[in-house]
């Protein structure tokens, strides 16, 4: 069973930064992050190999970093120049012959 911990999430104001960190049970090739603003689908926001390979949503691209410790099976997402509209549950993400998801992690963005 795969287990995903976050941490990280909070409240911050426009234009400020937060990185989050997600701890998985396992070490796992593909892990990432995905959020979901209220009354809004799940979105992927970024993914991550273990050999180092990213992708990231658009809107995401040079504001959003994923990076990971394979040693201490840990992703993290350093967000700069939030906006309002970051704001969301973020989950970690990791994939070993399914899905799993963590628990979800608040950032709100406040104006």
């Known amino acids: 069973q795969v287990q995903l911990v976050e941490s990280g999430g909070g409240l911050v104001q426009a234009g400020g930064s937060l990185r989050l960190s997600c701890a998985a049970s396992?070490?796992?090739?593909?892990m990432g992050w995905y959020r979901q603003a209220p009354g809004e689908q799940r979105e992927l926001v970024a993914t991550i190999t273990s050999g180092g390979s990213t992708n990231y949503a658009d809107s995401m691209k040079g504001r959003f970093t994923i990076s990971r410790d394979n040693a201490k099976n840990m992703v993290y997402l350093q967000m700069n120049s939030l906006k309002p509209e970051d704001t969301a549950v973020y989950y970690c993400?990791?994939?070993?012959?399914?899905?799993?998801w963590g628990q979800g992690t608040q950032v709100t963005v406040s104006s």
């Open positions: 993400y990791a994939y070993l012959l399914r899905a799993y």
């Open positions: 396992v070490g796992i090739n593909r």
